[in-house]
């Protein structure tokens, strides 16, 4: 980053200073408010900034909580101009895969800002994909002789992080494969006479796979149960499925956005 900055004046009562920032190595949470303070900013006059991000430079998040570029709310009369140049990106985190039967996270935010900023946007702006859904898990009963009181479960499998700077991690479920047995036993059980030759097995739903940049992850799916043969092991439920975790915003603010240049935008552009 090469920060400059000069004093100039509105007419000849109000003073504005102006900054320039390019970024030239990838980031996390870049936030302006701290940035022109550290070069000297009392927090109070206008500001003129203009940011570039380079080429192939990420400005992004470690966490769905706070956006990747956080411009804020500057004092009246101030104005930013943002240029992404070709193959950089500002993104927003991806959110955490659910773990079985549980929901995915939402993404996070790529742009966040409350002051009149101007775009020129020849990279991308995507806001973080949202965690896939975990699965089901799948409890098999036996309901009548010969499997009597038999009852197993398996758990489904957690989902998968969505797209985004620093990725969303997987969800917490354990392998969703199956699980058989023969009457009596569980899973892994050795062969019990149990008067039928009915067996069963079970599998744990798979979890809902992340969401692209800026796109809502899928749920996880239901488990499962076959029956190998007659025997009277009936019954069995899923539980829950996880819901995908919602696409996070491109950019928060919008109303405040004029785009020179649009580029790629990926992600819902609110407010």
């Not at 946007?121 to 009963?141: C, F, R, Y």
Request: aromatic letters at 4%; glycine letters at 28%.
């Amino acid at each position: 980053m090469l920060p400059m900055m000069t004093v100039g004046m509105v007419g000849s009562v109000d003073p504005v200073e102006y900054f320039n920032f390019t970024l030239g190595s990838s980031e996390d949470e870049w936030v302006l408010d701290t940035e022109l303070t550290a070069l000297g900013w009392g927090g109070v006059a206008p500001v003129i900034v203009t940011i570039t991000i380079n080429g192939s430079v990420q400005i992004g998040s470690t966490t769905t909580s706070n956006p990747g570029m956080n411009l804020g709310t500057m004092p009246s009369s101030s104005a930013i101009t943002l240029t992404i140049d070709s193959s950089g990106e500002l993104n927003g985190r991806g959110g955490d895969g659910g773990g079985a039967q549980s929901s995915g996270s939402a993404g996070g935010t790529a742009l966040y800002t409350r002051t009149p900023t101007t775009i020129i946007n020849n990279g991308e702006i995507n806001g973080g994909g949202g965690g896939g859904g975990g699965g089901a898990t799948w409890t098999v009963n036996g309901a009548s002789s010969p499997c009597h009181t038999l009852a197993t479960t398996k758990t489904g499998t957690g989902g998968s992080g969505g797209a985004g700077y620093g990725n969303g991690g997987a969800g917490s479920g354990s392998s969703g494969g199956s699980q058989s047995g023969t009457c009596y036993q569980g899973g892994g059980g050795g062969v019990s006479d149990c008067g039928a030759t009915g067996g069963y097995g079970a599998t744990g739903g798979t979890g809902g796979t992340g969401g692209d940049k800026g796109a809502a992850g899928s749920s996880g799916g239901n488990g499962s149960r076959t029956e190998e043969a007659s025997g009277g092991c009936t019954g069995g439920s899923n539980g829950s499925t996880g819901s995908g975790g919602a696409g996070g915003s491109a950019v928060d603010g919008v109303s405040n956005v004029t785009y020179s240049t649009k580029g790629t935008v990926n992600g819902s552009e609110d407010n």
